[in-house]
């Protein structure tokens, strides 16, 4: 079945710094969404990426989705405390209805 | 903004009992799941659901689990004869293009 696998699977950032987390599915992919998960809390969607190629920017957050539409990244500009969280992708196969969610990355931020 | 509503917020049950789990979807989405997430594990496919209907599900869902629209608002999650590895948190969700989870019911078997 679909597998989908995140890259690191923790990252420890000084506050200020860059972070990247990088996402790889097995399969050719509908569309990406990515999801934060603060510690205890439930997964938040962030966005969706459906166009190969796609580059999206929220503020400080970029995403992108590859050309094969196999791979995404998310990266974040000047971290600051309040990204803290696990930033899970999720991607959607043609004619299904289910996400299979990434393995996730936790991001902890030294202040 | 509009909540995806999940009550308990936390289950004990004794193992082999049956449980069940409440969702209440935001009203005017036409697409419901559940997923679960043991600690610290990424979150799993369970079902999703579609026309009053289940459109698919996982090989996690077996004759174990069903769900069900018992009225307009509720969504609902049964475990039969639940077992020690049924321990995590299930999350309900809703919508299309960008789900909306709810806060989530950990369950805990003992």
């Known amino acids: 079945g679909q597998q989908v696998m995140q890259i690191p699977q923790y990252q420890h950032v000084q506050e200020g710094e860059d972070f990247t987390t990088y996402c790889n599915s097995s399969t050719t992919l509908s569309n990406i969404q990515w999801y934060k998960q603060r510690p205890g809390g439930h997964p938040v969607f962030l966005i969706q990426?459906?166009?190969?190629?796609e580059v999206k920017k929220q503020k400080r957050l970029t995403f992108q989705f590859g050309e094969a539409k196999k791979n995404s990244s998310l990266h974040i500009t000047a971290t600051q405390t309040t990204d803290v969280g696990t930033y899970f992708c999720?991607?959607?196969?043609?004619?299904?209805?289910?996400?299979?969610f990434g393995t996730g990355t936790r991001l902890t931020i030294i202040p | 903004e509009p909540e995806v509503t999940q009550t308990p917020s936390h289950q004990v049950t004794q193992m082999g009992q049956e449980v069940i789990l409440r969702c209440v979807p935001i009203s005017n989405h036409l697409y419901f799941y559940w997923y679960r997430q043991i600690l610290g594990q990424k979150v799993e496919f369970l079902v999703s659901?579609?026309?009053?209907?289940?459109?698919?599900k996982s090989e996690i869902f077996d004759d174990q689990f069903s769900v069900e629209r018992p009225d307009g608002s509720n969504f609902t999650l049964k475990i039969r004869s639940t077992k020690l590895e049924d321990s995590a948190m299930y999350f309900c969700a809703s919508g299309r293009g960008g789900y909306t989870f709810g806060s989530g019911t950990r369950l805990t078997v003992v």
């Open positions: 990426l459906v166009k190969s190629g």
């Open positions: 659901f579609y026309n009053n209907e289940i459109s698919e």
């Open positions: 999720a991607g959607e196969g043609f004619g299904n209805e289910k996400l299979t």
